[in-house]
Nanobody, 119 residues
Framework: VQLQASGGGLVQPGGSLRLSCAASGRIVSINNMGWFRQPPGKQRELVAR???????NYADSVAGRFTIVRGNAENKVYLQMNNLKPEDTAVYYC??????????????WGQGTQVTVSS
């Protein structure tokens, strides 16, 4: 199983970016999917998460600016980031809880994509 993230880059404050993450491999089921980020010199933190039924939760710092959406048919998850701020600068990682058999599931991580917000 692999998670492939894309969509990062350099953007000015107030701008927008859309991150994408695709899961591939021998996937039986996908439960929660989400995005985490790790700012320079800080610990990794949850940004947004979406359940298999579409329930979402967001970090307080991004609520109202970021939107997480999943494309279940494609095993994908997206993060639309609007009104970006310099403090959003971080490496963003996608995460998914994936079952590869009928029993149990495990967390998988994408490779990370850099988002830099700077003028």
């Amino acid at each position: 199983v692999q998670l492939q993230a894309s969509g990062g880059g350099l953007v000015q404050p107030g701008g927008s970016l859309r991150l994408s993450c695709a899961a591939s491999g021998r996937i039986v089921s996908i439960n929660n999917m989400g995005w985490f980020r790790q700012p320079p010199g800080k610990q990794r933190e949850l940004v947004a998460r979406i359940s298999s039924s579409g329930n979402t939760n967001y970090a307080d710092s991004v609520a109202g600016r970021f939107t997480i959406v999943r494309g279940n048919a494609e095993n994908k998850v997206y993060l639309q980031m609007n009104n970006l701020k310099p403090e959003d600068t971080a490496v963003y990682y996608c995460n998914a809880d994936i079952g590869t058999s009928l029993y149990g599931s495990s967390p998988y991580w994408g490779q990370g994509t850099q988002v830099t917000v700077s003028s």
